[in-house]
Nanobody, 125 residues
Framework: QVQLVESGGGLVQAGGSLRLSCAAS????????MGWCRQAPGKEREFVAA????????AYADSVKGRFTISRDNAKNTLYLQMNSLKPEDTAVYYC??????????????????WGQGTQVTVSS
């Protein structure tokens, strides 16, 4: 059974930074495409960042490009999202997601097949 457990969320002032982590188990982490999505109250879940199975390719939503960085440590079965220059509009629940094996970057939330429980990120103005 695949398990994805996010951590690292919290309350931060605008302009601050947070690093989210996602610990994966139940499948060979190093062979699966991974990504982060987020959902704000009253809004649909949206794509934030994605990384290919090898880590060689990444993709970002325009709203976070240049501020967020996705990375993976296959030896630790962990996915990361470094978030800098945070804005109030980044406030949302952030979800880690796992995609198909040997996949490239996935920018559609509907294409992921496993999800974590989410971690709240709140950015105050």
């Amino acid at each position: 059974q695949v398990q994805l457990v996010e951590s690292g969320g919290g309350l931060v002032q605008a302009g601050g930074s947070l690093r989210l982590s996602c610990a994966a188990s139940g499948r060979t982490f190093s062979t699966y495409a991974m990504g982060w999505c987020r959902q704000a109250p009253g809004k649909e879940r949206e794509f934030v960042a994605a990384i290919s199975w090898s880590g060689g390719s990444t993709a970002y939503a325009d709203s976070v490009k240049g501020r967020f960085t996705i990375s993976r440590d296959n030896a630790k079965n962990t996915l990361y999202l470094q978030m800098n220059s945070l804005k109030p509009e980044d406030t949302a629940v952030y979800y880690c997601a796992s995609g198909p094996p040997f996949g490239g970057v996935i920018t559609s939330p509907n294409a992921y097949d496993y999800w974590g429980q989410g971690t709240q990120v709140t950015v105050s103005s």
